[in-house]
């Protein structure tokens, strides 16, 4: 299990480093002396933080259980402002506390189970102290008997207004605030947990994801079983993946008995990923943009399996050759999922040909959304080789970048109308005249009708509507 938890925290501390790296810096002035930390109590052998509120805080404290937040922030701004808000502050206090402190950028699974603050058992993984670090967690209890925990922050480390939290489901956003400035429901007995001294957050980090995601699988295993697992599924696991993008990757692995079987799936996973790696580069060098930030795709944390699933399930003695033809029509408008949906379409045709078949195809599979490949399949294997060849570098000579399908398709039928010996000459007058920044290709289609050869009915504006007949 050490070795299974040290390959958990190699993964795992690549994404959070230390706990001081994942938190914001905030350069707070503050002179507000009430609602502070004081001197730490000690119960239940734990050292907590106590606040014995006067008159008037009790009346700042029943005004917090009154007031709606967005007021907070304008009434109390020496107790209560805004911090962030991002991916992770829209859910509850716990979660985004645990999130923080253990690195996550997203909510996994495994935390979103948790409905309550209670429900982590922090003194499992963490240790109480009397003096806390930035980036320590802060649990809030409502008596000392501290049992029940009822609200979670971060220690922010700066001045009074130190503690970092989400309030209830009325924002999405993380405010700080003075430590006993909170909803009187969360209590007034403050813990703070840090990491134990022989562990750092991916070490906790790692251990947690054992308890809670891996160990149903890991502990049904034998120790050796345990690590020729994480050997073979190394190549598919990154280090933006969460936990539960792991366990489905492992769980599928573990479920091919055949050792070659498994080699062999993992390893054609590993070459379509790497090739679609390949692609995004190419278009990101000369384009000279992120690929990530255009029409282009990344395959996502959670789409690896989509690919992994999809080979594993193709016959046997078809699996190498349905992902060397797959190859074939792979284009960077792709994602984990469009590479799935090709695997199965493409394992529908004749194995005899398809290569050549789909070679042909790439003039337009290069360019319109992967999901739609079946489809460009379908509508090529009513052509005949020579049209199809011709039609196809025709038409997308007319298309400049990238197409949705239902275009392109409504201009391959629209040029599949005219007679061949008009191909050429139409593509040349309206080259690159229509991208993604044209309305439908039906309009693009009626705009220039008199070289469609298209008849039109209520050809009014393309407000009041317009139809386009005899295309299809």
């Not at 699996?319 to 999922?337: H, I, P, Q």
């Not at 196809?392 to 109308?417: C, D, E, Q, V, Y």
């Not at 920044?437 to 209520?458: H, I, M, P, T, Y």
Request: hydrophobic fraction near 35%; include cysteine.
């Amino acid at each position: 299990m050490n070795n299974i938890l040290l390959f958990i925290s190699s993964l795992g501390i690549l994404l959070c480093g230390t706990t001081n790296n994942c938190l914001a810096t905030h350069q707070i002035s503050d002179t507000t002396t009430e609602l502070y930390l004081g001197s730490p109590n000690i119960s239940q052998n734990k050292p907590f933080f106590h606040h014995t509120f006067s008159e008037n805080e009790n009346k700042i404290r029943e005004a917090v259980n009154k007031t709606k937040i967005s007021q907070l922030e304008k009434t109390y701004p020496e107790y209560f402002v805004f911090y962030e808000s991002n991916e992770i502050s829209r859910y509850k206090c716990h979660e985004y506390a645990l999130a923080k402190l253990l690195g996550y950028d997203e909510i996994p699974s495994w935390l979103s189970g948790t409905f309550s603050p209670s429900d982590f058992n922090c003194d499992r993984y963490l240790r109480a102290t009397a003096n806390p670090r930035k980036g320590d967690l802060a649990v809030y209890y409502y008596a000392d008997s501290l049992c029940y925990a009822e609200h979670f922050g971060i220690y922010s480390g700066n001045g009074n207004k130190n503690i970092i939290s989400t309030w209830g489901s009325a924002t999405d956003n993380a405010y700080i605030h003075a430590p006993f400035f909170a909803d009187g429901m969360y209590g007034d007995h403050i813990v703070f947990y840090t990491f134990p001294e022989e562990k750092d957050a991916s070490k906790v980090r790692s251990e947690i994801e054992y308890d809670e995601v891996y160990s149903k699988l890991l502990n049904s295993l034998t120790k050796e079983k345990q690590e020729e697992l994480w050997e073979e599924t190394k190549p598919l696991l990154t280090k933006e993946m969460l936990p539960e993008n792991v366990l489905a990757i492992l769980k599928t692995v573990n479920d091919i008995k055949d050792q070659e079987e498994r080699t062999e799936c993992v390893t054609l996973t590993s070459k379509l990923i790497q090739k679609h790696e390949t692609l995004l580069n190419d278009i990101q060098n000369s384009l000279k943009y992120k690929a990530k930030d255009s029409y282009y795709k990344i395959i996502g944390r959670h789409e690896v399996i989509d690919i992994l699933r999809g080979i594993v399930y193709l016959e046997t003695n078809k699996r190498k050759k349905t992902v060397e033809d797959t190859l074939v029509v792979l284009s960077s408008l792709m994602n984990g999922f469009d590479i799935a949906f090709t695997l199965k379409a493409v394992n529908m045709l004749n194995e005899a040909d398809r290569t050549a078949f789909l070679k042909e195809l790439t003039i337009i599979t290069s360019r319109i959304e992967g999901a739609s490949v079946s489809d460009v399949i379908k509508f090529a294997k009513n052509l005949s080789k020579l049209e199809r060849s011709r039609l196809f570098a025709a038409t997308m000579k007319i298309i400049n970048g990238p197409i949705h399908w239902s275009n392109a398709k409504t201009l391959l039928a629209a040029m599949n109308k005219l007679p061949a010996n008009k191909w050429e000459d139409v593509s040349d007058k309206l080259c690159s005249r229509y991208d993604l920044s044209c309305a439908g290709a039906d309009f693009f289609v009626w705009q220039n009708r008199s070289l469609f050869e298209v008849s039109v009915k209520n050809a009014g504006t393309y407000n009041k509507g317009w139809q386009i007949q005899e295309i299809f």
